[in-house]
């Protein structure tokens, strides 16, 4: 069987990580078996377009590397289809489904009605009051069908919906969760054409994945409830269904579904803090998948390599901020650091601590400061402040630890001492640093801790800090010796 899989979004203007990572599996399903992995948008609920959102979407799967073979690209920012299966937008499809319902509605499998709201919302009342889920009581069914196509004409108002054969259990295998029945009785006449005369959901997503012959269909949980009413419609169609997949949702720490109340959870957002790619990647692929192998480590050609249906699970993983910190913080230290400084520079410029024209110019510099403090980032947007304490001339000592090293007896000589050294050196680089410090050693009897520690709060103002040297070869002469100076001379 030739696998096509789809991952089919409905715009809503950002994208959830919980999609990010159903888009990612589809994509990974698909390389792993030859297959074609598809973007569908699924725009047919008009209530909730957002502008751009499709647009936006493309740029994260862009982004995030999890890229389709066909549907919707972006060409010069305008929106472009490939594949033979199209349109990919559905709300260009109407038609199509125009034909198939009235399939449906001459094989009695669908019906018009014409409840009103009024009547429906009061039929919800009543049930509920009762105590009753609420569904629909099958009003409209046994209207005769020439009646109701004459009533249609005459531009009354209606949808059409499914009609469910009674008390019939409905049974599909998961390829997760194995066999899965449900019960007709526990089911609603779906609406498959709104008043507005686009499909709903239910409807366009089995016409599309029959139509685009899509093989498995693997998406969130909260869709096994609806999986009953499709596998009917491919019934009443005579079509064969796909497999399906569907994916534990991601959970917060309390375990419930993970959701913008709770901080970030749209890729734009972490794109947007500079996380990297590959690591939110390898992140959420471990979130409702393990691995065959004991690592948690994998690159995209590696989690094609080893992903696998088998090994999804039923139940979801906790999205855990400091896990995925710790994983994009590995990937930052690997990081080539010119593209690290690439997407510094985005925050800089965004906090104002340099401008368009000192890009190129401080580009090396600021180059040097990522290198040195990259195994301190959890993300990318965290370096302005590093960057912002390389700028400063004079150093504050806060800290209580700082406070008390720089009031011991020996350091305002060995500052001095360091600062005079320090300014007569030709060659400003770590190396020649490093001697003066070694020179100081010896000719001052101090060493280790009172010796380095001195220095390091004279130079920066605190006990923590980056690999000392390169961070005064960072700094430069006349800032290392300014900032010695102003600490000197409250001494
Ligand atoms: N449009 C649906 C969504 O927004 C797709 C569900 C499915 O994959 O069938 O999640």
């Not at 594949?83 to 709300?91: F, P, R």
Request: with cysteine; aromatic share 10%; net charge negative.
């Amino acid at each position: 069987m030739t696998v096509r899989v789809r991952f089919a979004p409905s715009p809503t203007g950002f994208v959830h990580i919980g999609s990010l990572r159903t888009a990612l599996y589809n994509y990974l399903y698909a390389k792993k078996n030859n297959g074609k992995y598809i973007i569908r948008v699924e725009d047919t609920d008009r209530t909730r377009l957002v502008e751009d959102a499709i647009e936006g979407m493309i740029r994260s799967m862009e982004w995030a590397g999890v890229i389709h073979d066909e549907g919707p690209f972006l060409e010069n920012d305008h929106i472009v289809q490939r594949g033979e299966y199209g349109s990919y937008i559905q709300s260009e499809r109407l038609d199509t489904y125009k034909k198939y319902v009235d399939e449906l509605i001459d094989s009695g499998h669908a019906y018009y009605c014409f409840c009103t709201k009024e009547r429906l919302d009061d039929l919800r009342e009543n049930q509920r009051a009762d105590g009753k889920t609420s569904r629909y009581d099958g009003h409209c069914r046994s209207i005769d069908i020439e009646e109701a196509k004459k009533r249609v004409e005459s531009g009354e108002e209606h949808v059409v919906r499914l009609k469910l054969p009674e008390n019939r259990d409905i049974v599909f295998e998961d390829l997760v969760r194995g066999k899965v029945t449900f019960n007709t009785a526990d089911l609603d006449d779906q609406v498959l054409i709104k008043t507005d005369g686009y499909p709903t959901y239910h409807f366009a997503v089995i016409v599309d994945d029959h139509l685009m012959e899509i093989s498995h269909i693997i998406r969130g949980e909260e869709w096994l409830s609806s999986t009953p009413k499709h596998v009917y419609l491919y019934e009443a169609f005579g079509w064969e269904a796909p497999k399906y997949v569907h994916l534990p949702n991601i959970l917060n720490s309390e375990k419930k579904k993970l959701s913008k109340r709770h901080g970030d959870v749209a890729v734009e957002d972490f794109n947007r803090k500079g996380y990297l790619p590959e690591a939110l990647i390898n992140y959420i692929a471990l979130l409702g998948w393990s691995p065959d192998e004991e690592r948690e480590i994998f690159s995209m050609e590696e989690l094609i390599e080893h992903f696998s249906i088998e090994r999804v699970s039923k139940s979801g993983g906790v999205f855990d901020v400091d896990k995925l910190n710790w994983m994009n913080n590995h990937y930052i230290k690997e990081a080539d650091d010119d593209r690290l400084t690439e997407l510094a520079m985005r925050y800089l410029l965004g906090s104002g601590i340099i401008d368009d024209e000192e890009i190129t110019e401080k580009y090396e510099w600021i180059k040097s400061i990522v290198s040195l403090v990259k195994e301190k980032l959890d993300y990318m947007m965290q370096i302005t402040p590093y960057v912002q304490e390389f700028l400063t001339e004079e150093v504050v000592v806060e800290e209580e630890e700082a406070k008390e090293i720089i009031k011991m007896d020996h350091v305002k000589d060995l500052l001095t001492e360091f600062k005079v050294r320090l300014n007569d050196l030709e060659l400003f680089e770590a190396a020649e640093v490093k001697k003066v410090i070694k020179s100081l050693q010896k000719d001052l009897g101090i060493k280790g801790k009172d010796l380095f520690m001195p220095i390091r709060v004279g130079v920066t103002g605190t006990v923590h800090g980056s690999d000392l040297v390169r961070t005064i070869e960072i700094l430069g002469k006349d800032k290392s010796v300014k900032r010695l100076n102003s600490i000197i001379d409250k001494l």
